[in-house]
T-cell receptor, first 111, second 114 residues
Framework: QKEVEQNSGPLSVPEGAIASLNCTYS??????FFWYRQYSGKSPELIMF????GDKEDGRFTAQLNKASQYVSLLIRDSQPSDSATYLC???????????FGGGTRVLVKP | ETGVTQTPRHLVMGMTNKKSLKCEQHLGHNAMYWYKQSAKKPLELMFV???????ENNSVPSRFSPECPNSSHLFLHLHTLQPEDSALYLC?????????????FGPGTRLLVL
């Protein structure tokens, strides 16, 4: 069983629309959740982190966490072509203190 | 620019070669990490150093040997690699100890083993 799962995509979104990305994780005791963006050929860069149930907004990005259902999502509002990238979900599992990454969701924003 | 640099950016080596990857962070962070990113696979943690002490070795083959001489530098020594070791090797650092804060990634070294 994969520990952190994401749909690999590609998720095709028209410019200006909302992109919705989902991530599920296996360890119910997980406390910290991160979203990284990785452009093709580049390294991952952190865009959001969330620790508490509910929503956290930062600019056009909103992270949503539901620990009971063991999922975390990322919404990108007013999607721009520059948002086209792979989005990696990462979860800090309590055992071993490791940060485990999902396989990433590729997002393609079409003008 | 995240303050984490890696050299070389690209490396081609034969299976009998010995090479080293270098990572340097200019952020004053206490923890440094090596990750492997292969095509169509999740990012895999290889090693973690916190305050220059190795705190995690994620079942990595011995042909990969890390070295952390000080809190700003991290090396990955490579010898007798296999073609399946071809991947993007990413270095990262975090401020206050391992995994207690968010991680900042370097640009990576793209390695091809022939």
């Amino acid at each position: 069983q994969k520990e952190v799962e994401q749909n690999s995509g590609p998720l095709s979104v028209p410019e200006g629309a909302i992109a919705s990305l989902n991530c599920t994780y296996s360890d119910r005791g997980s406390q910290s959740f991160f979203w990284y963006r990785q452009y093709s050929g580049k390294s991952p860069e952190l865009i959001m982190f969330i620790y508490s149930n509910g929503d956290k907004e930062d600019g056009r990005f909103t992270a949503q966490l539901n620990k009971a259902s063991q999922y975390v999502s990322l919404l990108i509002r007013d999607s721009q072509p520059s948002d086209s990238a792979t989005y990696l979900c990462a979860v800090k599992f309590p055992a071993g203190n490791k940060l485990t990454f999902g396989g990433g969701t590729r997002v393609l924003v079409k003008p | 620019e995240t303050g984490v640099t890696q050299t070389p950016r690209h490396l081609v080596m034969g299976m009998t070669n010995k090479k080293s990857l270098k990572c340097e962070q200019h952020l004053g962070h206490n923890a440094m990490y090596w990750y492997k990113q292969s095509a169509k696979k999740p990012l895999e943690l290889m090693f973690v150093y916190s305050l220059e002490e190795r705190v995690e070795n994620n079942s990595v083959p011995s042909r990969f040997s890390p070295e952390c001489p000080n809190s700003s530098h991290l090396f990955l020594h490579l010898h007798t690699l296999q073609p399946e070791d071809s991947a993007l090797y990413l270095c990262a650092s975090s401020p206050k100890g391992w995994f207690s804060e968010t991680q900042y990634f370097g640009p990576g070294t793209r390695l091809l083993v022939l």
